[in-house]
């Protein structure tokens, strides 16, 4: 039998992938783009709108961290985007054909 690693994830990823949902981006997609379970962050929004949400750990953040965080974010959102023109623009070209 393996055991499996539970990840743990600062309150900033948590606090950018539930502002991501809030910007009306869905949950799935925002899942899939940062690499978590949907459910997981289905959670951290609840928790979100409880302000009950809380980071894995205690230190503190410095800016450069939360700027790589929000950085990460955003080449995940528009790898996402490029992916749709690419297949945007396949199938309109075989369409045109």
């Known amino acids: 039998m393996t055991k499996t690693v539970r990840s743990r994830y600062t309150l900033e990823f948590k606090q950018e992938a ?5 910007s009306g981006q869905s949950m799935v997609a925002v899942s899939r783009s940062l690499g978590i379970v949907e ?7 609840k928790a979100s709108r409880e302000g009950r949400l809380t980071g894995a750990d205690s230190k503190p953040v410095s800016a450069e961290q939360m700027e790589i965080s ?3 974010a955003e080449l995940a959102r528009v790898k996402m985007e490029r992916d749709i023109l690419k297949k945007a623009t396949a199938y309109f070209a075989k369409e045109s054909l």
């Open 18 to 22: 539930v502002r991501l949902v809030q």
């Open 70 to 72: 929000r950085l990460r």
């Open 39 to 45: 459910q997981t962050l289905f959670n951290w929004v």
